[in-house]
C-alpha cells in the first residue's frame, strides 16, 4: 500500500524559498505512470493545486503559482520535491502531496499527513 | 473564487440521503469524466471517495455515490452517519492552463 509523508521546516521567512520532500513507500515512483503532485490549503480555505511530476520527470505547474514553483524528483530516493520561491504571508497553508491519476492527475489517492508551513519574519 | 461552485454547506439527519453539487464548465465537470469527491474531516488530509465520476475506490461504503448531468456533478451520501459530518470537496480535469480545479468545498452536518 502506497504511503506519502511530507517533510521540511514548518517557518520560512518572506521572500525566501519554501522546500518540501514528499518520500513514497509501498511503490515506486519510477514504476507507473503516476502524476506526483503538491496541493496546498489555506487555514480555513479549500484546495489548490499547486503543480505536478509526471513519473517520465515532466512537470505542470498551475499557472497562478508557475512563475516561483520547481518540482523536481529522485527516484534513487523514492521522494519528489516542491520549491516556491519569493514567499509571502499569503503562501502560508497546509501542503500536501498526493499521487495523481494516470490520466493528468484525474484523482489523487492517497494523500500525505500534510505540513503546515508559516511564512513568518 | 474556486473554479467550481459547490454549496457551502448542507445537512441531513441520520438514515437521511443528502446530494452535494459541483458546478462546472464545459472546459471542465461537462467535458470530461474527471470528477473526483473527497472527504476531509478536521485536522486530516483528503480522502478521496469517488473517481471518474461515479467510480469508488476500494474500502468507501456503497452509501457514496457520484453522478453527473451536464457541467453539474453531484455526490450522493445514502443513509447518513455521524462519522460522514466532514468537508467535502469536489475536484476536475480542466482543459485550462490550470489543469486541475477543485471547488470551494461543503461543509456536511449530520443533525
Known amino acids: 500500500q502506497v504511503q506519502l509523508q511530507e517533510s521540511g521546516p514548518g517557518l520560512v521567512k518572506p521572500s525566501q524559498t519554501l522546500s518540501l520532500t514528499c518520500t513514497v513507500s509501498?511503490?515506486?515512483?519510477?514504476?507507473?505512470?503516476?502524476?506526483w503532485s503538491w496541493i496546498r490549503q489555506h487555514p480555513g480555505k479549500g484546495l489548490e493545486w499547486i503543480g505536478y511530476?509526471?513519473?517520465?520527470?515532466?512537470?505542470y505547474y498551475n499557472p497562478s503559482l508557475k512563475s516561483r514553483v520547481t518540482i523536481s524528483v529522485d527516484t534513487s530516493k523514492n521522494q519528489f520535491s516542491l520549491k516556491l520561491s519569493s514567499v509571502t504571508a499569503a503562501d502560508t497553508a497546509v501542503y500536501y502531496c498526493?499521487?495523481?491519476?494516470?490520466?493528468?492527475?484525474?484523482?489523487?489517492?492517497?494523500w500525505g499527513q500534510g505540513t503546515l508551513v508559516t511564512v513568518s519574519s | 473564487q474556486s473554479a467550481l461552485t459547490q454549496p457551502a454547506s448542507v445537512s441531513g439527519s441520520p438514515g437521511q440521503s443528502i446530494t452535494i453539487s459541483c458546478t462546472g464548465t464545459s472546459s471542465d465537470v461537462g467535458g470530461y469524466n474527471y470528477v473526483s469527491w473527497y472527504q476531509q474531516h478536521p485536522g486530516k488530509a483528503p480522502k478521496l471517495m469517488i473517481y471518474?465520476?461515479?467510480n469508488r475506490p476500494s474500502g468507501v461504503p456503497d452509501r457514496f455515490s457520484g453522478s453527473k448531468s451536464g457541467n453539474t456533478a453531484s455526490l450522493t451520501i445514502s443513509g447518513l452517519q455521524a462519522e460522514d459530518e466532514a468537508d467535502y470537496y469536489c475536484s476536475s480535469y480542466t482543459s485550462s492552463s490550470t489543469l486541475v480545479v477543485f471547488g470551494g468545498g461543503t461543509k456536511l452536518t449530520v443533525l
Open positions: 498526493a499521487r495523481g491519476g494516470d490520466d493528468y492527475g484525474n484523482w489523487f489517492d492517497p
Open positions: 471518474e465520476v461515479s
Open positions: 511530476i509526471y513519473y517520465s520527470g515532466s512537470t
Open positions: 509501498g511503490g515506486s515512483i519510477s514504476s507507473g505512470g503516476y502524476y
